[in-house]
């Protein structure tokens, strides 16, 4: 079957139960070929071998059923970067791509050049990775509490030639040096309540729940994380905290009760409130 007429078989069959069903048949297809998407434009007619087609139709398959397209592909663009990905980890989202913009837009003069910063949960890389790749003399270290995380991001960081970034194993600031001082530190951590019925829905409910899940209403981590980094951050360093939209006044009140200054809150690509910025005093 040629490519043009394999791709309207395939967003028909998913478009039931995906609202991108065109863009993952061409994923998937591009996947299978290893091809990139230009490739299906030049070459409509190009017939897939019995091989190909088989492979393709298991990977349909999967996503019929609704395994996120990122998984089945091992592979998700964040920042313009690839990163490969696995149900380890959180699929990075357009969303996420707002704090590294506000990050670099807050520190973008002369002196910010050499700044140190730290990235809590890292996951895939993304936000260390993403920074890195616009701030190569920044002093970057990645954590996360996942072994077989910090394995992805070190491929990542490697696969991207971003291995200036130190990326281990940490649960939160456990394993962080103790004398360690940083300009900014950054985090999407877990802040969805354990009994948000979104949890069942799309691709989320595929995501490892370690990743997503906290207690005290989505806030056990965030409360954590805005406590413990005044004793990492230097006077005036800046703490950036992904959070759920409804979310930012919880927020921004633990902020304000560990005294925390210049809080404001900034909205994601569809306005909903999605970054929360604080300073140490």
Not at 110 to 128: F, K, Q, Y
Not at 146 to 168: D, G, M, P
Request: hydrophobic content about 40%; some cysteine; charged content about 25%.
């Amino acid at each position: 079957m040629a490519v043009a007429k394999l791709i309207t078989y395939g967003k028909k069959l998913l478009l039931p139960h995906s609202d991108s069903s065109k863009l993952d048949t061409e994923l998937l297809i591009c996947f299978v070929i290893d091809k990139p998407r230009s490739f299906l434009l030049t070459w409509p007619e190009h017939k897939l071998s019995a091989d190909e087609l088989a492979h393709f139709a298991k990977l349909m398959q999967r996503r019929f059923q609704g395994e996120p397209i990122a998984y089945i592909v091992e592979m998700r663009e964040f920042w313009s970067l690839p990163l490969q990905v696995s149900p380890a980890t959180l699929i990075p989202r357009p969303d996420t791509e707002v704090l590294v913009e506000q990050v670099l837009n807050d520190h973008q003069d002369e002196n910010s050049s050499r700044l140190s910063c730290l990235d809590l949960g890292t996951g895939t890389g993304a936000i260390a990775l993403a920074l890195a790749s616009e701030r190569p003399l920044w002093q970057i270290e990645a954590i996360d509490f996942s072994h077989e995380a910090v394995a992805l991001a070190k491929r990542n960081a490697t696969n991207l030639a971003l291995e200036q970034v130190s990326i281990y194993q940490s649960d939160w600031f456990n394993e962080v040096a103790h004398d360690k001082r940083f300009d900014i530190i950054v985090s999407n951590p877990p802040y969805i309540d354990e009994n948000d019925h979104h949890l069942n829905e799309g691709d989320v409910k595929y995501e490892p729940k370690t990743a997503l899940v906290a207690s005290d209403n989505g806030l056990a981590d965030i409360k954590v994380i805005a406590k413990r980094a005044l004793d990492f951050l230097k006077p005036g360093g800046v703490l950036y905290l992904e959070h759920g939209f409804e979310q930012s006044l919880a927020v921004q009140q633990v902020l304000i009760d560990l005294a925390y200054c210049e809080i404001r809150t900034i909205k994601d690509y569809n306005d909903n409130d999605r970054i929360t910025r604080a300073c140490s005093v």
